[in-house]
């Protein structure tokens, strides 16, 4: 079973059809907040600076604008120089006709051009405003720049990443700047809704720290109670066991978790330990934190001793809340990743086609679409200047 090579689908529609968002961020976190808007149907335009545009545009593989592909998809390009006339007032001719604005300069930034808040709701009392920074509009760091590496290494995330005798791990990947766009994009809708119901808009602020913060909150009430921070665990868990990958006799890998008493007590009976349920080492969750390393060591062998696809099949078989560790490469013919669509696969103008995540979350009555790939810099700007000249 193979992907079809889909076309883009000009005419579909979202259940954010007539929601017009100018987007003026760059880079990751805004991306994903208006990649998100976009999927779902709003008719997003970045508006891009003369000759290099969005600097997600310069991260290539290949010579390749991958990311760019990926997360400025549904998107149209204007470019207009916003700090000196005309361009800046034909923006603010764009923003008299749209429901969202989103931006991602150090606070103050938007300020700076002239284009603060109190300029654009005197002109359209209704705007949402998402401003995307990496410490927030208010506080103590307002004004120092944000990038994804240092919040992830601030806010506790890379701490607690990694293994005790190793040092703290980044994240592989702008992890939070995405989690960022997606809490961005959950603002942007309930702020859409009040506007569409009260018709004031507001100011959407968006740390990159608070939302990576939020995933690991309970760190905080850990550290309380425990007196000290949870240390680096590997794969393990600091608060159920077991839970770990284990190497397979062909060098893959499988992931297993029994965080509930009665999957921990079917581990055991399905690797033939069955005493094991009556060990005081291993007979309670406390427990089996306490002697994590000792229950991994006896789990890991038995695992072992079997292929990666043996063992699927014997914790398939038992209900073992067990499954492989894949690699992407593994993942574009995964035949779940095939039935489910996870993944499509696009057309694409220079490489002929490019494989890339499908609209998330999907609706049953009103879904999203891919409507258009990412575009060229600049290619929508007559066009939606034409479209302005039409607007009162």
């Known amino acids: 079973m193979t992907r079809d090579i889909r076309s883009y689908a000009p005419g579909a529609r979202g259940p954010l059809d007539g929601v017009r968002v100018l987007d003026l961020s760059r880079l990751v976190a805004g991306n994903m907040l208006t990649m998100i808007l976009a999927d779902l149907g709003a008719d997003v335009i970045k508006v891009e600076r003369e000759g290099a545009g969005d600097d997600l545009r310069s991260w290539r593989e290949q010579g390749e604008p991958i990311y760019w592909k990926v997360y400025g998809r549904n998107k149209r390009s204007l470019v207009l120089d916003i700090g000196h006339d005309p361009g800046r007032a034909q923006l603010l001719k764009l923003v008299r006709h749209s429901q969202v604005l989103v931006e991602n300069f150090v606070p103050g930034g938007l300020e700076r051009l002239k284009l603060g808040p109190d300029v654009l709701w005197a002109l359209n009392p209704a705007l949402v405003i998402a401003r995307v920074s990496g410490w927030g509009q208010t506080g103590p760091y307002r004004d120092k720049p944000g990038f994804g590496t240092l919040v992830e290494a601030m806010s506790g995330f890379a701490y607690l990443n990694g293994f005790p005798d190793r040092p703290p791990v980044l994240p592989p990947l702008a992890l939070a700047d995405m989690i960022a766009g ?177 609209v998330v979350p999907r609706l049953s009555s009103t879904p999203g679409a891919l409507r258009r790939p990412a575009p060229a810099l600049g290619e929508h700007t007559a066009e939606i200047l034409r479209e302005l000249d039409d607007l009162p």
């Open 182 to 358: 997606i809490y961005g994009s959950t603002g942007v809708l309930t702020a859409l809704r009040v506007a569409e119901r009260e018709g004031e808009g507001q100011v959407v602020d968006v740390s990159l720290f608070e939302p990576i913060l939020s995933v690991i909150a309970s760190e905080a009430a850990k550290c309380r109670i425990n007196g000290v921070p949870t240390m680096r665990s590997g794969n393990q868990s600091s608060h159920t066991a077991p839970r770990n990958v284990y190497e397979c006799s062909d060098r893959k890998f499988i992931a297993l978790s029994g965080s509930m008493q009665s999957m921990a007590m079917r581990i055991f009976d399905t690797i033939g330990r069955p005493e094991l349920k009556g060990d005081e080492r291993f007979a309670t969750n406390d427990a089996r934190v306490r002697n994590r390393d000792e229950l991994d060591t006896i789990i890991g062998g038995f695992i072992r001793q079997h292929t990666q696809a043996e063992g699927l099949a014997l914790f398939s078989d038992a209900g073992v809340t067990a499954g492989p560790v894949c690699s992407v490469a593994d993942l574009l013919d995964h035949p779940y990743v095939l039935g489910r669509e996870a993944i499509v696969e696009m057309e694409d103008a220079d490489l002929g086609s490019l494989p890339m995540h499908n």
